[in-house]
């Protein structure tokens, strides 16, 4: 799958014109390419993580002549798999996202008055 693909994927899932497919695709991509590009982790749940890692300079050899070359220090963009993403590889079953808590209810003093429950009526006898 390519870039092209993905777009036309999801101008079918979203039902959005190919020019919005494109627009959307190239902001989430320029936005990640922006944050690592200084040094910041951008984690998708589910998905994975984009970060930086930094390589240390070290000693190599061209393979052509044999002779040994200085192979500069330099970062490096990588990518980590998360859990959602290793287990479809796997073809294990998506593990669902773990609920939000839901906020905390009003402070008792705040909440209306409960009104209390008027008694049963009594029922007639025939």
């Given amino acids: 799958m390519n870039k092209a693909d ?6 079918e899932e979203a039902k959005i014109s190919k020019a919005a497919a494109v627009k959307a695709f190239e902001a989430i991509i320029g936005s990640i390419m922006q944050a ?3 040094g910041d982790k951008v984690t998708i749940v589910g998905f994975g993580t984009f970060s ?7 000693k190599g050899r ?5 002779q040994e070359i200085k192979i500069a220090a330099k970062k490096v963009p990588r990518f980590t798999a998360g859990a959602a993403l290793k287990a479809a590889v796997n073809g294990k079953a998506v593990p ?6 839901e906020p905390a209810k009003k402070a008792a003093s705040k909440a ?3 009104k209390a429950a008027k008694p049963a009526a ?3 006898k025939k």
């Fill in 6 to 11: 993905i777009i036309e994927k999801v101008t």
């Fill in 36 to 38: 690592v590009r200084k």
């Fill in 52 to 58: 930086v890692s930094p390589r240390k300079a070290r």
């Fill in 62 to 66: 061209n393979p052509r002549t044999g």
């Fill in 96 to 101: 669902k996202p773990a609920k939000k808590a």
């Fill in 112 to 114: 209306k008055p409960v």
């Fill in 122 to 124: 009594k029922a007639k």
